[in-house]
Each structure stands twice: as C-alpha cells, then as structure tokens.
C-alpha cells in the first residue's frame, strides 16, 4: 500500500495571464482510492488532463505511474485508464464490440480480449446484453460496462471524471462496490465527482479550490480537522470563501 | 499493425451501422449520375416543334422532311396559322417553331438568298441555343446538298458546325466528370473531415488521447474506409456511365483510374485539414460545402463555362482542385486523351494534395502540443 504511484511537485499549468493550476503537490499511493474533489472551474479537470498526458504543465514536476509527464508520456498512456465524464462507449458498437476495441487499442491479444470479456460478462451477469448496442442499455449498465472498460487493460492507476453523473443512488452503489473491487487488486482509482457522500468512499480526498489544493487528508480526519459535521458542511466551508 | 485494423474495423462498423451514412455514401453518387445523365440534360431528344408554312412549295416541303427525318426533332404540327405560336409556346408544347415565309423559292431564286425565322423558348437558355443550332445545321445541311448544284454561279458560303467528341449533344458527358468530382468531394472531404470530428464531439478523442495508439493512427483509420468506399463510388460512376448511360471511356482507363486516385487523395487531405481546424460536425459540413462543393459546382466549369466568366472569378477557379480534376477526366473520357496531354493539370493537383497534406500534417503537430 506504501507505494507512490502519483507524486506532483508545485505542478502548475498557465493560459497566458491565467494560472489555472498553481503549485499543486501530493502524492497517491497504490491501491488507494483517491477523491480528487472541487468545484467547477476550481482546476481540477486542467490537473487531471496533465496526469494522463493531454496537457503539457508550464512548470513543476510530477510522475504517474513512476514516469515523468513530461518524458515519458507515452509509457504513463499505458498503465492508465480514463473514464471521462463526457464520453463513455461508442454507442453504435455492443457491448462485446466495445471491449475488443478498446482491449485492442491497449495492446491485447484477441484471445486474452476473449477470454476476460467471457469473464466479464458472467462476472456482470450480462449474458443478456453482451451483443446488444450501448444505445439500447440503460445508463446504468452503461457506466459499468466503461468502468470495465477502462480497467480491462489492468491498469496501474485508472482516472475516472465523474463516473456518476446522471446515475441513480442504486447504481451508483454498484458501482462504488466495483471501484473498491478494482482497488481490492491494487488498482489506484484517481476519482472526480461532485457526491460529496461518494467523497466520504474514498481513502483520501483533496479539496481543490483556484487552482490549489486547499485541503488534503481522509474523509473523517479533515472533518475533525475543520471542525465540521459532514463533508457538505467542509466543501461549503472551503469553496464558499471565494464569493 | 493489429491495432490499426482493430481500428478500421471499429470505423467501418460506424459506417455501415448508420443507414444515414450509408445512403449518402452508395446512394448519393448512383442518384447523381442518373439525375444528371438523365434529367437535368441540355440533350435534345424528340424536342416538339411546329411548323408555320406560308410557302407550301417543293423547297419547303424538303426542308421539312429533312428536319423530320431527324430525330432529335419531332414535328407536331404543320400550319400556316401564325398565331397558335405563342398559345404553344405558353403551353410548353414546343421547344421551337420555324416560320418558312411564302416567298421562300421566289427569294432563293431571285436573289439567292431568302430568311426563315427560327424562335425558341429561351426560358432555358442552353437549350433554346443548342435548338437554335441544331435547327440552323439542319436547313444549311439541306442548302449545300440541294442548292450547290443549282446556284453554281454564286459562292454561298456555308457554316458547317459540327460537335465534336459529342456529336448528339448528350449531356451525360459533361456531367459525368462533374458528378464524379463531387461525389470525391461529398466522400473524402465532406464524410471524412465529419468522421474525424465526431470523435470530438463526443468526447472519445479525448479516451482515444490518452490511449498509447498514436495521434497519427487515429487519422489513418479514419481515413482508410472512406478511401476504400471512394473508389467503390468511382467504379460505380464509371460503370454507370459506360453502361447505363451509354458514353464509353475513349482514354486509358488506368489512366483515368490513376488521376482519380490522386484526386481522391488531395480530397482526403482536405478532409482531414478541416477536421483538424473545426470541433462540430456541423462546422465540417459548413466548410465543406462552402468551402469544396460550392466552388466546384460554380467553379470548376461543370455547371457555368468558365470562359464566360468574369476574369477576377476565373483567377479565383485555378485554385478549386476539381477544376482540374474535371478538366482531366473530360480530355480522358471524352477525347481519349493520354498523359501528354493532361501532365500539366496532373501536376497541379499533385502539388495542391502535396500542399494540403503539409499545411495539415503541421496543423495536426500543433494542435497535438
């Protein structure tokens, strides 16, 4: 469990006259399921995109994965997984479509492709829907099938951008139960949302605010810390001031 | 390499998966060929004309069998009534109608020379110019067989037009090339720059980014399907028009098949360029049609002879590709003619698809920092 997969040092990444992520410095550890939390335009999505290789950071340091964004980028694509909150599965593939493609893009041999989809779908209980369309699947089975998609590859950390949005509490319990499954194996889960009860899931939670982490630690500890009840009351607490 | 076909695969599942697409890709171009080769023709074909006959003598009565004989022209009436004229022409019964005056032979041999009156329906003015010719060509054919022995003393000189390499005035010829540059258009530029795009609008570029494939990849297999799909439309324009619309490639078929691929490739770097520049499919559609169909329909001479064109507008079509593009394939189809003749338009779009593919392969670098 002690070992860095993440670490950043005074990463910051700049738009001309706009710092849009100052300074940011810590550390994820493998296995751990990290919160990466913030308000909108807070910097988070501008950090996340500088870990997974979108966005070259104007100056700092950070490694993902034990590789150096700036030098290895290439080797940090392969031991990641992204789930963005945008797209999640081509929707005119099925679901089996799906995850040869993507194995395939990763590097997978077709057979090893075949063989974890067969896994995947008695594990899922999805023998019903494995050749149907992403389109005709609810949002639910949507948001699991790419949550499995993204970890198919065995990835060393996976990147997930608001898994949840748009998901009903039963499914987001679901999927809560694969993320610490996936976690369970030692894959570090770098997690975005804006459930603040998904926040209290999470091992570690950062609290992003301008650009900066403005607080960084487990769930209950930073609510002793800040003296508050619930992590509403911490969030509140911490992106409020900026009004 | 494995990863690239798993790529293309996944592309053509896109393609076929869509009914939309699929239409516009197989569809369109058949549509096209027939419409153009049938419908929308400057072609005279049994065109209805009357014929006002106020001279009822030997001479008239040869013209008008002449013209009849004729089978672009079919005479529905015979009269020497003036004023059903204009009631037919309004009706849009005839195309043309010809008035032979009453003193026709006395004129021809008094003075040599008489009139007859040609009118046409110029609400269509390729058309009634093409009548007006064909009709002048007839009575001048007539005149040289019938009168040339006659009128020995007088040296009547004689126009003989004759249309060369399209002799029945089809219009299939000119279209053909036409549709053939932009179908091209429609599928290299147009449904590729979309293809590209759509991955950014949905989002997938971005998982795609951050994948280990290649930038580079991603384009390839993109561009791949949409090649193979343009030549399937190539053979089927091609095998439309020997076939269906009876007009014979005169040329090297290898020939016209290579120049084809090298305009497929110049599109397919426009298409590419565009996807590069724009983030929606609608800006793609935009600037594809704006920026490729439009000059090609007005500019490349298909539609509107670019001789007739003021000059500002003719320095602004030597820079649309189809123009030479058409060009190439009408010398070839049409004329039969080898490379020695069409090197310079080849070149010309060799240059501009090897312009287009730097301009986006430094785009597609900048973009990617």
Not at chain 1, 171 to 194: C, G, K, L, N, P
Not at chain 2, 236 to 256: E, R
Request: proline content about 4%; some cysteine.
């Amino acid at each position: 469990m002690d070992k860095i997969v993440i670490k950043t040092e005074n990463l910051t990444k700049r738009f001309g006259a706009f710092t849009a992520v100052k300074d940011l410095s810590f550390e994820v550890h493998r296995g751990e399921i990290f919160g990466f939390l913030g308000a909108n335009g807070a910097g988070k999505t501008t950090a996340i995109r500088m870990l997974i290789g979108l966005l070259r950071p104007t100056s700092g340091f950070a490694t993902v994965a034990g590789f150096d964004v700036y030098k290895e980028p290439e080797k940090i694509k392969k031991n990641i997984g992204y789930m963005s909150q945008k797209f999640s599965l081509y929707e005119d593939l099925t679901v089996l479509e799906n995850l040869k493609f993507f194995g395939g893009i990763y590097g997978l041999k077709s057979e090893a492709i075949k063989i974890k989809s067969a896994e995947l779908v008695e594990k899922l209980g999805m023998k019903n829907i494995a050749k149907k369309l992403i389109k005709e699947l609810p949002i639910g089975w949507r948001q699991k099938v790419a949550f499995s998609v993204a970890v198919f590859h065995n990835p060393a950390i996976v990147f997930l951008d608001e898994p949840t949005g748009g998901v009903d509490p039963i499914v987001r319990r679901q999927f809560w139960d694969m993320i610490y499954e996936a976690s369970e194996s030692y894959i570090t889960i770098f997690v975005t949302t804006h459930y603040l009860d998904e926040a209290e899931y999470c091992n570690r939670i950062s609290i992003m605010d301008e650009g900066t982490i403005k607080a960084l630690g487990n769930p209950s500890e930073l609510k002793k810390n800040f003296n508050v009840d619930s992590m509403n009351d911490l969030f509140y607490l911490i992106a409020r001031k900026k009004i | 390499m494995k990863r690239l076909i798993n790529f293309i695969i996944k592309e053509f599942k896109h393609i076929i998966r869509d009914p939309r697409v699929l239409l516009i890709l197989f569809g369109m171009p058949v549509v096209q060929v027939l419409i153009f080769g049938f419908a929308l023709t400057n072609e005279i074909k049994n065109s209805k004309i009357i014929v006002i006959d106020f001279a009822r003598d030997e001479i008239s009565k040869k013209m008008i069998n002449k013209i009849e004989a004729n089978k672009y022209f079919e005479i529905i009436e015979i009269s020497q009534n003036k004023n059903i004229i204009l009631d037919y022409f309004r009706e849009g019964k005839i195309k043309a109608a010809i008035i032979i005056p009453a003193n026709l032979s006395s004129d021809l041999n008094h003075s040599g020379s008489s009139q007859i009156q040609i009118i046409t329906d110029a609400t269509d003015v390729n058309f009634a110019n093409s009548i007006k010719n064909f009709i002048r060509a007839i009575i001048n054919d007539y005149q040289s067989e019938s009168l040339a022995g006659k009128v020995l003393e007088r040296l009547i000189i004689v126009p003989e037009i004759k249309m060369l390499y399209n002799p029945q005035l089809k219009g299939a010829p000119n279209f053909v090339p036409g549709v053939m540059s932009m179908v091209m258009l429609l599928v290299c530029v147009m449904m590729t720059a979309i293809a590209i795009v759509r991955e950014k609008e949905i989002g997938s570029m971005e998982v795609l980014l951050t994948s280990p494939v290649r930038p580079i990849f991603i384009i390839i297999s993109k561009v791949v399907p949409y090649f193979a799909i343009s030549t399937i439309d190539l053979t089927l324009i091609l095998l439309l028009s020997v076939y269906v619309l009876d007009l014979p490639i005169q040329g090297s078929l290898f020939l016209l098949i290579a120049e084809s691929l090298l305009f497929i490739f110049t599109c397919l770097n426009i298409g590419i360029l565009i996807s590069i520049r724009t983030s929606s499919q609608q800006i793609a559609m935009l600037m594809s049609l704006v920026g490729m169909m439009m000059p090609t329909v007005f500019l490349s001479g298909f539609m509107f002879p670019i001789e007739n064109m003021p000059y500002v507008l003719q320095l602004i079509s030597n820079v649309v590709p189809s123009k030479w593009f058409y060009i190439i394939v009408k010398d070839i189809m049409l004329k039969g003619a080898g490379f020695e003749i069409v090197w310079k338009e080849t070149l010309i779009i060799a240059s501009m698809m090897f312009f287009f593919f730097l301009v986006s392969f430094r785009t597609f670098k900048v973009r990617l920092n």
